[in-house]
């Protein structure tokens, strides 16, 4: 709450010819306050309360939040109410959002003289600029957000967002002429001929998923696999759709595994779609620098050897990745090793990728990273707990590559997105991450 003024100013003259006023308010607390003045003339006091009157009336305006400018405003929310209850790059997200979607449309207005129609005429702006769906719900999320924040504290006496819903997805995709868009389509990489050498090859696919937006950013999302079982239709697919859904062009690749992943298959597949995506940059709509590569557990793996020199990208003639985003990842496999050179390998005595760790593949040059894992991922335990994330942060750190690294109490292995765990959201604080390494 804030002071409010009760009375404007009383005026009498006292029994020994002085005289007096009474100016009565309510303070933070809402309790009823008085202010006296005293004089030797009536226009003394008068004067006195005039001023009194003016000087209160300026430090309300200071304090009123509906008299601020908008983006001033906005701003101190973030900072105040929003940074220290949300992850980092979260907050980072909220703050970028503000800054280019919001701020420069209703920035430089009054906050009290906003109203619904403004915020339509911001929705319809960005929806009419080709902006995602998915981008300009932030913004009404952002927006909704603060004003009930006004509402609360009784800044404001009316909430715009009340009569200014946020569009319907149909309505908004007709709007661009996009309804009819395909969700994702399938793309083989290997030629015929490359699939007649080794028949295993037909297996490998990218499931691809378009910007709405040319020249994007884009990430290749690996799965976790349990030797002969992979889940690039579950947690492949789906954070794929969720990083598209953000605006990103994203490639779920189904790479080989079991007894097809001999001969370091996995990353054979993983160069060769990143070869792939480069040569066809123009007709994918992406750029080839800056993109992220994002492994599930085993998957994870791979892409973290896929980023060191012994075994990485630069042996398939293609930029570096701009980030790592590991989830749950595995950087050792320890003891499985034997099981799985049996499983892929068995005749075979050279190295092979899952010899390899992701900490051992850290240098100087290693790609920004981040990750994250749960404490009560039994999993990861199985394999020596100590030799997985932590293992992996103290290379990172030692080699002074640019990393994050998150460590939940409620998250087990295989949750993928994290939904209904305290790892939910994650995603949008590696996305801000990827962001944040990556900007021009």
Not at 297 to 321: H, M
Request: hydrophobic letters at 35%; glycine letters at 8%; a neutral charge.
């Amino acid at each position: 709450m804030q002071r409010k003024l009760l009375e404007s100013g009383n005026i009498f003259k006292r029994s020994d010819g002085r005289w007096n006023g009474v100016v009565w308010y309510s303070d933070e607390q809402s309790s009823k306050k008085r202010k006296s003045f005293c004089g030797t003339s009536k226009q003394e006091v008068k004067d006195k309360i005039t001023a009194y009157l003016a000087d209160f009336d300026r430090q309300l305006t200071a304090s009123d939040e509906s008299k601020a400018k908008f983006e001033e405003s906005m701003g101190k929310w973030l900072r105040v109410f929003k940074f220290p209850s949300v992850e980092r790059g979260t907050y980072d997200r909220l703050e970028c959002t503000a800054k280019y979607q919001i701020y420069p449309i209703l920035g430089g207005k009054v906050v009290g003289d906003i109203t619904s129609a403004d915020i339509k005429a911001l929705l319809n702006h960005w929806m009419n600029e080709g902006y995602a769906y998915t981008t300009v719900k932030k913004v009404y999320n952002i927006l909704t957000d603060y004003f009930r924040y006004l509402t609360q504290q009784e800044y404001i006496p009316k909430n715009p967002m009340a009569a200014a819903p946020m569009i319907k997805k149909s309505n908004f995709m007709a709007s661009q002429g996009k309804e009819d868009l395909p969700t994702f389509e399938t793309v083989t990489i290997f030629t015929p001929e490359e699939i007649a050498q080794d028949k295993s090859r037909d297996h490998v696919e990218l499931y691809y998923f378009p910007a709405e937006q040319p020249n994007a950013k884009y990430a290749v999302v690996l799965s976790g696999n349990a030797l002969f079982y992979s889940g690039e239709m579950r947690g492949g697919v789906s954070t794929a759709w969720e990083l598209h859904q953000r605006g990103y062009a994203v490639f779920a690749l189904r790479y080989r595994i079991g007894k097809e992943a001999k001969d370091n298959a996995p990353l054979e597949d993983l160069g060769r779609a990143i070869q792939f995506i480069t040569a066809n940059a123009e007709t994918f709509g992406v750029r080839t620098e800056d993109y992220a590569l994002l492994g599930y557990s085993s998957g994870g793996q791979i892409t973290g050897v896929f980023c060191g020199k012994e075994l990485g990208y630069r042996n398939y003639n293609v930029p570096k990745p701009g980030a790592l985003l590991l989830a749950y990842p595995i950087n050792d496999f320890n003891e499985a090793r034997p099981f799985y050179r049996l499983v892929r390998d068995s005749a075979v005595c050279a190295t092979r990728y899952y010899d390899n760790t992701i900490s051992g593949s850290v240098d100087a040059d290693y790609p920004p990273t981040y990750f994250w894992y749960g404490k009560n991922d039994n999993t990861l335990k199985l394999l020596i707990y100590s030799e997985q994330g932590p293992a992996l942060e103290k290379a990172l750190t030692e080699s002074g590559v640019p990393h994050q690294r998150t460590v939940y109490n409620n998250a087990a292995h295989g949750i993928g997105l994290g939904y209904g765990t305290d790892a939910e959201g994650w995603l949008d604080a590696a996305a801000a991450f990827w962001e944040a390494q990556t900007a021009e």
